[in-house]
C-alpha cells in the first residue's frame, strides 16, 4: 500500500498534462469540428425561444407530468407529431471558459485523487511500472470516458460524439498512467 499524501506529484502533474493535451486536442485539432451541427433555421429557431424566456437548466420536450400521462394516447401523439429533444439552455452572454476551464482542471485533479488512490491502495512503493501503469490508468479511463456513455443511451447523444470523447479519454487515462508510473515513488 502506498500512501496518497506520497503521490501528490503524479496526481499534480498529471493533471497539468491532461490539461493542456486536452486544450491542444479542443483548440488545435478539427477532431470535435462537428460534435454538435447548427440546427436548421437557426435563426428561426433561436426567435422562436428567445420570446419564451426559458430559463438556462436541462430540459425534455416533451416531458409527461407522471406515468400516466406518459403512457397516455395524447402524450403517444406528442412524440409522434415531434420535435422530441433534450435541450439545455445556458445564460445568454459569453460563455466563461476561465470558470470552464478551472472546473476542467480541478476535474482532472479528482480523477488523478481516484487513480492514485486505487493505485496507492492495491500496490507498494516501488512497485513495477506497468502496474502502476495498469491500476492508474483503468481507473483515469472510467474517470474520463466511461460516465459519457450514459449520454448516448439515455439521451440520444450522438454515438460519434461519444466515441471521440472515449477516445480522447483513453488519451488522457494513457498519460496519466504513464505520468504515475514515471513519478511513482521507489
Known amino acids: ?3 496518497l499524501s506520497t503521490l501528490w506529484l503524479p496526481i499534480l502533474l498529471s493533471s497539468v498534462i ?15 469540428k462537428n460534435d454538435y451541427p447548427k440546427v436548421p433555421n437557426e ?20 416531458r409527461a407530468s407522471s406515468t400516466p400521462e406518459m403512457r397516455s394516447p395524447e402524450f403517444a401523439e406528442k ?4 420535435p422530441v429533444m433534450v435541450l439545455t439552455v445556458i445564460p445568454n452572454g459569453p460563455i466563461p471558459m476561465g470558470k470552464s476551464l478551472a472546473l476542467w482542471f480541478l476535474y482532472s485533479l479528482a480523477v488523478g485523487v481516484f487513480a492514485a488512490y486505487v493505485a496507492g491502495r492495491a500496490l ?8 502502476v501503469f495498469r491500476f492508474a490508468g483503468v481507473t483515469a479511463f472510467v474517470g474520463y470516458s466511461v460516465a459519457l ?22 488519451i488522457y487515462a494513457l498519460l496519466t498512467a504513464g505520468t504515475f508510473g514515471w513519478l511513482w515513488p521507489r
Open 79 to 82: 412524440l409522434k407529431q415531434g
Open 18 to 32: 491532461v490539461f493542456v493535451v486536452s486544450s491542444v486536442i479542443h483548440m488545435f485539432l478539427p477532431w470535435h
Open 149 to 170: 456513455w450514459q449520454m448516448s443511451i439515455w439521451y440520444r447523444r450522438a454515438w460519434s460524439t461519444t466515441i471521440k470523447a472515449t477516445v480522447d479519454g483513453l
Open 1 to 3: 500500500m502506498t500512501g
Open 43 to 62: 435563426d428561426r429557431v433561436r426567435d422562436a425561444l428567445r420570446s419564451l424566456a426559458i430559463p438556462p437548466g436541462d430540459y425534455m420536450v416533451p
Open 124 to 131: 507498494p512503493v516501488g512497485a513495477e511500472y506497468l502496474k
